[in-house]
């Protein structure tokens, strides 16, 4: 696996680790202010933490699946900071975190394609 790949894909694990562990009062203040139900807030972190798990599986296709589920929850998040109105740089994380997904599967695709 290409070094740039793997520099990524821990840099998605730590932040997801980051902010649903370290930061989790902040998650359960934005849903509750996005007035999500619970349910949906604890869905959401099970999706990210199994999602962020599977990037450091040794299968490129299961590296694509972790980012791919990542990057569809970055951008539910965005439409709901969009219908809501927030601000941009409350966008900005889920953005990065979309374009770091998105660069993940690309990578992995091109390893996944390039000859042996």
Known sequence: ????????????????????GIRYNNIKDEFKHF?????????????KLSFA????SDKLHVIQIGASGIALL????????LR?????????????????????IYMSNQLLTSPA
């Open 74 to 81: 970055m951008i539910a998040a965005l439409a709901t900071h």
């Open 1 to 20: 696996m290409s070094l740039a790949l793997e520099i990524l894909s821990i840099l998605v694990f730590g932040s997801i680790i980051f902010v649903w």
């Open 53 to 56: 798990v599977m990037l450091f």
């Open 84 to 104: 809501l109105k927030s601000e941009p740089s409350r966008m900005l994380p889920s953005f990065a975190l979309m374009c770091a997904c998105i660069a993940i």
């Open 35 to 47: 007035q999500l139900p619970n349910w949906l807030r604890d869905l959401v972190g099970i999706l």
